[in-house]
């Protein structure tokens, strides 16, 4: 990998890492009714969403790496319920440790390798699987993409002002 692919790689990550903490950093400001909100079509609640997408990035350090910060075994398709009642401080220390992670693996990571999961295993999906390490370097990006969007919407539905989360909004941060 060139060393301007490796830097882009990176650069990706640090704004998701940017991302996922301020979003959590706005919703420490939020009380608990308010993290629990859910409108139809979300599929869960603000506190809900933060700690999937952050279990989540654990999942992806652990695919990708083999190393597990708090699990032995994953199981992707629910989040323990001891992450969903974590303090929101708690949660951000462990998106600013999963999103460092994630920076420091990877532009280091080989994309072609390649991981087949079967229902059994610990993926969400009901069917034979077949992914690569650059789908989950792709995946954990567009994840937290995802559901930041669903907080912001819920936020707007509480009447709760949040900046924009977009990478325009990242550079303006680091000017």
């Not at 295993?121 to 690569?132: C, E, N, Q, V």
């Not at 936020?155 to 002002?161: F, I, K, N, P």
Request: hydrophobic fraction near 40%; charge should be negative; charged fraction near 20%.
């Amino acid at each position: 990998m060139t060393d301007f692919s490796a830097k882009s790689i990176d650069k990706m990550f640090e704004y998701n890492l940017w991302a996922n903490t301020t979003i959590i950093k706005l919703c420490q400001q939020l009380d608990d009714e308010q993290l629990a909100f859910e409108i139809d079509g979300a599929h869960g609640g603000i506190r809900q969403f933060l700690a999937h997408m952050i279990f989540a990035e654990s999942y992806y350090i652990w695919t990708l790496t083999g190393t597990s910060f708090w699990e032995d075994n994953f199981n992707l398709a629910k989040v323990p319920r001891e992450w969903v009642e974590l303090p929101l401080e708690t949660l951000l220390d462990r998106a600013q440790l999963t999103g460092n992670k994630l920076i420091e693996v990877a532009s280091k990571t080989n994309p072609d390798v390649r991981h087949d999961a079967t229902p059994d295993d610990a993926t969400p999906f009901p069917y034979d699987f077949t992914f690569f390490n650059w789908s989950i370097l792709a995946q954990a990006v567009s994840h937290g993409v995802e559901h930041r969007t669903h907080i912001k919407v819920l936020l707007s539905q509480l009447g709760v002002e949040h900046i924009d989360f977009s990478v325009w909004s990242y550079m303006h941060t680091l000017q």
